[in-house]
């Protein structure tokens, strides 16, 4: 998913390129985007579906109420 896209980055303030990557984190796969001109993240986000929001907003219930 290597692709480009033209924003403004909240970091320089600079409008530029913004590159797509895929890395690899200790527990997950995950897509960066980062702007061309200083480098920094502009977002991150993970690429693998997973039930991660659902372990979040699973809560414990102790019967009906």
Request: glycine share 4%; aromatic share 6%.
């Amino acid at each position: 998913m290597n692709g480009e896209e033209r924003a403004i980055c909240p970091w320089c303030r600079k409008e530029s390129e913004v590159s797509f990557a895929k890395e690899k984190s200790d527990c997950a796969h995950i897509v960066v985007r980062r702007c061309s001109e200083c480098g920094h993240v502009v977002s991150a986000y993970l690429d693998e579906k997973k039930d991660v929001l659902e372990k979040v907003r699973t809560f414990p219930t102790r019967g009906a109420i």
